[in-house]
């Protein structure tokens, strides 16, 4: 018996090959965040907008942050206003709207980063509301 051409050994190898990539990168897809849950670098976050003790008014204060760690799904960040939990927002690029008609004064922003497994970092800012 002679031996196949070796275009269809190339095409058969070929095919046994694929579920086992298929299958390899599945695991990636479903573990990846498993793995980045270790931050490289030391977690930190810091209210960029609205600058301490900023005078705002309007209806709705925008509250971004900016966090030095890439932890996925394994991390959220928590937004309370003069110690009161609000909002958390648990994808990247956290921030906040806040609602601020009715609320003139003095009032503390805090956001804290919350990473599994790694503890939490915060950062707060004061605002002067005028209405």
Not at 7 to 35: I, K, N, Q, W, Y
Request: hydrophobic share 35%; proline share 5%.
């Amino acid at each position: 018996m002679s031996a196949p051409p070796s275009s269809t050994v190339s095409h058969t190898l070929r095919l046994s090959v694929l579920p086992m990539v298929v299958l390899v990168l599945a695991g990636f897809v479903l573990f990846a965040c498993e793995d980045s849950n270790t931050p490289e670098e030391p977690i930190s976050i810091e209210i960029t907008q609205p600058a301490d003790s900023q005078i705002v008014s309007g209806t709705v204060l925008r509250i971004l942050t900016e966090t030095s760690s890439q932890c996925g799904c394994n991390a959220h960040v928590e937004f309370y206003i003069d110690g009161v939990h609000l909002y958390s927002h648990y994808q990247p690029f956290y921030y906040y709207d806040w609602n601020i008609t009715g609320q003139s004064g003095e009032h503390l922003i805090c956001a804290k980063l919350v990473v599994k497994d790694h503890g939490d970092v915060s950062d707060s800012v004061r605002v002067f509301i005028e209405q």
